[in-house]
Nanobody, 118 residues
């Protein structure tokens, strides 16, 4: 089992910045993939960003160029720096991980709220 605990988020004005972080724990020595998804009210959960243990990143089209994902493999943590925030970025942000390359099983955190409003 893997537990994911998010921190950060909150309220920001349009054009502002926020960051969220996530820490993984459990009976694992390494994690292949870590990332962030988000879900806004009435919308489907969508990709924000993922990063593999080798450093390969993938960003959702609506955040590319504004958000930056980073991870510490040794500490099993991941962070997301969000710049130039827009009201459409308002959502619950979920941390996710996929420990094994050859197993599609994912784990999810409880989520943290990000609100962008003036």
């Amino acid at each position: 089992q893997v537990q994911l605990v998010e921190s950060g988020g909150g309220l920001a004005q349009p054009g502002g910045s926020l960051s969220v972080s996530c820490s993984a724990s459990g009976s694992i020595s390494s994690i292949y993939l870590m990332g962030w998804y988000r879900q806004a009210p009435g919308k489907q959960r969508e990709l924000v960003a993922t990063v593999t243990s080798g450093g390969t990143t993938d960003y959702g089209p609506s955040v590319e160029g504004r958000f930056t994902v980073a991870r510490d493999n040794g500490k099993k943590t991941i962070s997301l720096q969000m710049n130039d925030l827009k009201p459409d970025d308002t959502a619950i942000y979920y941390c996710t991980c996929r420990p094994l390359f050859n197993n599609p099983r994912r784990y999810w955190g409880q989520g943290t709220q990000v609100t962008v409003s003036s």
